[in-house]
Each structure stands twice: as C-alpha cells, then as structure tokens.
C-alpha cells in the first residue's frame, strides 16, 4: 500500500512538474549588477528559475538543518559522557 502510494505521489509530481514547464517557457531576464563590471545578465526560461531559486532553497534548508543537527549531537554526546562520569563516582 505504501509503495503504491509512494509511485502515485511521485507520478503526480512529475506530470505537475512537466507541466509547470510546458506552461511557462516564456524567457525573463535574470540581471545581477548588470551595468557594473562584475555583474551579468542572464535570459533564462521563467520555469528553471523557479525550480532553481527551489532548489537552493531547498539545499540552504538542509544545510542549516544539519548544522543544526550536528549541534544537538555534539550535545547529547557531551551530556552522555557528563552522565556517565557522575554515574562512575
């Protein structure tokens, strides 16, 4: 049952997905400081720049959640090692 819901859960996203793209092929302009030297100016379909701003999202989420994660490790190691040296004496 779960399989089944996970392949119809997954199947949904790609036909939204797809036609996200298909409905949304129309090219913006992407420009970072684009009348200083450094800047650029990029024509992008509005579709890949909604899924890539996603994307980093996405990957800026997961990247403070780790970081997080490890915090709360470190943590619960160091709170261990302390109950277990109370426990010795």
Do not use: C
């Not at 450094?38 to 890949?48: H, K, R």
């Amino acid at each position: 049952m779960r399989k089944l819901f996970y392949v119809l859960l997954v199947s949904f996203v790609m036909v939204f997905g797809l036609t996200f793209v298909y409905k949304n092929q129309q090219m913006v302009n992407l420009d970072y400081y684009g009348s200083h030297p450094w800047g650029f100016s990029w024509e992008v379909p509005l579709s890949l720049l909604i899924i890539a701003t996603f994307v980093v999202g996405l990957l800026i989420g997961f990247l403070f959640n780790s970081l997080s994660n490890l915090r709360l490790r470190s943590r619960l190691m160091s709170t261990n090692r302390k109950l277990k040296k109370a426990e010795t004496v």
